[in-house]
């Protein structure tokens, strides 16, 4: 936003989500406010240029803004950095404005401020796409080491009959679930493939659920005590029972995605399929 000078407003972001929900919430056969598949998304945020939101009419500069937040951080020659929100997912926390200027989340300020910059005084507004490049191969460099968590060899875990329950929202709208997702597709590849990893390792997501709880989609009901069956009973979890309300659903394991069957009520966990696993 800095950059492309146009600091988004909040009912703005709100048109959006609205519209990016209403293209692609229908497409596990029901309609309920949770896109399933928010990465089979591909709603085009230029469509809405023109629309008239009660802060004013969406333009060509807001939907490129929206279209990097989705896209996630690049270096200068385009190559990525990591990975941004997805569609769906609230801007409140990442892409905050007020008053015609961005209020960065303290979660990320606070990191430059004082662990990298490591001066109170740091100015958030003198971030380039060529400086931040330089934070972030800096933030991995010198914090990597101490506080990095994505070590994907987990054999001494198996080994010692360790068990690895992972879930993710896919609406979190602080920590982008595709590096969890990543992070799984590593584990995956350097301990002998899906088959091999799923007896001791299994990720879920949660369609429309934000950052560890909160949204529109179902959020595990009980996810430790799945994983008190799995360790003490040798019962792995299929899926992981979710709820929001009066709504349930099945959190299917990574790469499937749950879909309605077309039989029953739509707020019955027992009415949902997952499909897409391979």
């Known amino acids: 936003m800095h950059e492309l000078g146009d600091f988004v407003p909040s009912c703005k972001f709100d048109a959006v989500n609205k519209a990016v929900t209403a293209a692609c919430d229908s497409r596990d056969g029901v309609t309920d406010g949770v896109i399933t598949d928010p990465r089979a998304c591909r709603f085009d945020p230029t469509s809405l240029v023109g629309t008239v939101t009660p802060c004013g009419t969406i333009t060509a500069k807001d939907a490129a803004v929206v279209k990097r937040i989705w896209d996630g951080p690049r270096r200068p020659d385009g190559r990525r950095l990591w990975y941004g929100i997805l569609p769906g997912a609230s801007f409140a926390r990442l892409a905050a404005t007020a008053n015609g200027d961005g209020v960065p989340t303290p979660l990320a300020s606070g990191w430059f401020t004082y662990?990298?910059?490591?001066?109170?005084?740091?100015?958030?507004?003198?971030?380039?796409?060529?400086?931040?490049?330089?934070?972030?191969?800096?933030?991995?460099?010198?914090?990597?080491?101490?506080?990095?968590?994505?070590?994907?060899?987990?054999?001494?875990?198996?080994?010692?009959?360790?068990?690895?329950?992972?879930?993710?929202?896919?609406?979190?709208?602080?920590?982008?679930?595709?590096?969890?997702?990543?992070?799984?597709?590593?584990?995956?590849a350097a301990m002998g493939g899906r088959a091999k990893t799923e007896q001791f390792a299994r990720l879920f997501t949660a369609p429309g659920v934000g950052h560890c709880r909160g949204g529109s989609g179902a959020a595990p009901a009980d996810p430790m005590a799945a994983l008190v069956k799995w360790v003490e009973h040798g019962k792995a979890p299929a899926t992981l029972p979710a709820e929001n309300g009066p709504m349930s659903r099945p959190l299917c394991r990574w790469p499937a995605v749950g879909r309605y069957d077309g039989h029953g009520s739509t707020n019955d966990a027992a009415n949902f399929r997952c499909s897409g696993r391979r």
């Open 115 to 188: 662990w990298l910059a490591k001066d109170p005084s740091f100015d958030w507004h003198r971030l380039t796409t060529a400086n931040f490049t330089h934070y972030f191969d800096r933030s991995r460099q010198e914090w990597g080491p101490v506080v990095g968590t994505d070590d994907p060899d987990l054999s001494a875990f198996r080994a010692a009959g360790g068990k690895l329950l992972l879930w993710h929202g896919l609406a979190d709208q602080l920590i982008p679930p595709q590096g969890t997702i990543r992070y799984y597709e590593q584990v995956t």
